[in-house]
């Protein structure tokens, strides 16, 4: 059974949880039978890493589900959580509700995740108590991009962790199951941190943390923009591109295909 009971009992025994999303059939096949991973984010950064968009903004709800339903059917061991696109929650409370239960009716999703503060506490308490399990996402919302003129690092000065914090505790309080920091400085990330009972999942947070998540095509050297506090555990890009390179080669080499390629001819 999927769930994210797993979520409290790390945080129990401090144990690190460990996030990463995931957009396609491929990667979440392997990313499914990774013992370590606790769960899944389809996150919006689709947009950025599969879409090519600038932002997150562009992507919608009918994209959003042809992705978490790929994932979610793929992932037999892992709970998938559906991050919800731009303007598909947070416009009227009946749309929030609808548009998250569609990522879970229709793309198989065992939770969602919006980005937002002790604004979005009501709607998550309503979320919750109809059976949605929901993560929070404080710190850098790069949903609030044209907002804030930018991606910002948040946490810098007393009152910004203040203000972090109270978000944390109200979200905590209205039901959410876990809380994504995102580039918050090490000293928030550790207040909020100790100031709620439910696991925090950092990216670009810091070691204090209960967990870290990243984006998939970071750490494997896909992303064309990969940010400051990610390493790129391999060059996927490289090595892919050597890789069709030497086949287009072939090809025009003559080595490729080989005269008998059906085992039957032989
Ligand atoms: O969309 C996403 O991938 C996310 C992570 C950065 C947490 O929200």
Known sequence: MKNFNNF?????????????????????????????IDAILVGDSVANVEYGYETTI?????????????????????P??????FLSYGVSTAD????AGRMMKEGKANGVKIEGGKEFAELVYKMTMIGIPVMGHIGLKPQHYNVMGGYRISGKNEDQVEELIADAVALEQAG?????????????????TNAISIPTIGIGAGKY???????????????????????KYVDLFSISKDAIEKWAKDVISGTFPKTSFHKDQQ
């Open 8 to 36: 409290a009992k790390k945080k129990r025994l401090n144990q690190p949880l460990v996030l990463i999303t995931a957009y396609s059939y491929s990667f979440a096949k392997i990313i499914d039978s990774i013992e370590e």
């Open 58 to 78: 562009p992507v919608n709800m009918e994209q959003m589900l042809n992705h978490v339903s790929i994932v979610s059917e793929t992932c037999k061991q892992k």
């Open 80 to 85: 998938v959580i559906a991050d919800m696109p």
């Open 96 to 99: 929030s509700i609808k548009n």
């Open 176 to 192: 959410i199951f876990s809380l994504i920091l995102e580039c918050v400085t090490e000293e928030a990330a550790k207040a909020i």
């Open 209 to 231: 943390c209960d967990g870290q998540i990243c984006v998939l095509n970071d750490l494997l050297g896909l992303s064309s923009y990969i940010p400051s506090f990610m390493e």
